[in-house]
């Protein structure tokens, strides 16, 4: 697929790598001199130039381009480019809006107006990941799949946890009713595809796989076999745009909300709009203010200010006071390892969040989704099965599945199950696979 990408900062830079493993034909544009040197460095066909110029979309062959990935930092930049690529004869264009456009009417005109197929608001996705991450004391990364039915989870593992010093096979048996698979376990930064007889150590990472009634099972069931099960309390600071939403998803999934904000205007404007939120003006960095907001009774706790610095300390003070899970939104990626070695949970970083979100639109051939992870080297896709692929038709244990690749689970209308050695997948299914990067090209062509 020939794909341009406007913007070379760190959502283009990351979408770019992404790609070019794929083997995408790629060009990108971008008016800094020193974003493209970099761009070059990947060996990506780089351009310094205007991406709403269409002398320049002309000249770098927007006419025969497949998709135009617009994602600048400036959301005029990215409107303009992708109403002109859709005159100039581009096929589909997706654009990154950072601001608040309003209700679902208006952004519907938006997309109408400037020949966008798809917008993705990092605000909205930073909130989305950080809902996920509030379902599980030990989660640490949450994505969907299947329209929301299916979930994949990051849980860490203690000394403490139930699952240490268990192998798979034991722990499908302790966990016997949830049909839930481990499909990777990351030890070290070493990610490793398992089979039944690996056993889980203590700071590993699980991945696994399952449909959300039944993760939701296996959480709380951990939790409350390790007596920390807890309330679903969460106090978020900061009522920005990321903490407006992330108020407005906890509210519609059942938690019980409290956001504390800086500004008293914007408390007030608050109150007024997250009707089941209790909103409160104070300073997420001062431990009166926390302390008055009732932190150490809280379950979860997200700092999502526009200050990154301010909500690493305010996420660091929480945990002080007694907040049993703790996530602050930076964005610096070089923060996100080094803040879980200094005590928080997880780290959300909207930037590549949205990058995220924007890879997943990018199907390629029976490709529905393609879900990638900040510190680990590897992929989740969702796959459709056609009626002439390899894989079709035949029972899993006489297919030559990559030893890099597992199948997690397939949906079949509206079921979700996880496949043994007899299953069998028909045409249709939506199959869910975690690969590592040396096996996704074997595993693209068993679905084609």
Sequence with gaps: MRIMIIGAGEVGTYIAER???EGHDLVVIDKEAAMIGR???L???GVVGDGTDPVVLRENGIDHTDLLLAVSQHDSVN?????????LGVTRAVARLSGAIGSEEDVRLVMETFGIDYVINPDEEAAREIVGLMEGRQVTES?????GRVR??????????VLAHKSLAELKKLYEGANVLVVAIV??????????????LPDDRLYMIGSREDLAQFVTTTERNEGTSGNRRVLVVGGGGVGERLCARLEANGFEVRLLEATRDRSEELAARLVKTTVLHGDGTNLSALRESGVSDCEGFAAVSGDEERNVMSALLARHLGARKVVALVKRTDYIPVLKEIGLDAAVNPRLTAAGAILRFVRRGHILQVTTFKDIDAEALELATSEKARIVGKPLKEVRFPRDAIIGGYSRGDRFDIPDGDTVLEPHDHVIVFALPSAIPKVEKMFS
């Design 152 to 161: 994949l989870i990051g849980v860490r593992v203690d000394e403490e946890s």
């Design 39 to 41: 761009i070059n460095e």
């Design 79 to 87: 409107l303009s480019a992708c109403g002109l690529a859709g005159r």
């Design 19 to 21: 790609l070019l493993r």
């Design 187 to 200: 030890r070290e930064g070493d990610t490793i595809v398992p089979r039944g007889n690996h056993r889980v």
């Design 43 to 45: 060996d990506v066909f």
């Design 143 to 147: 994505v969907e799949f299947d329209e």
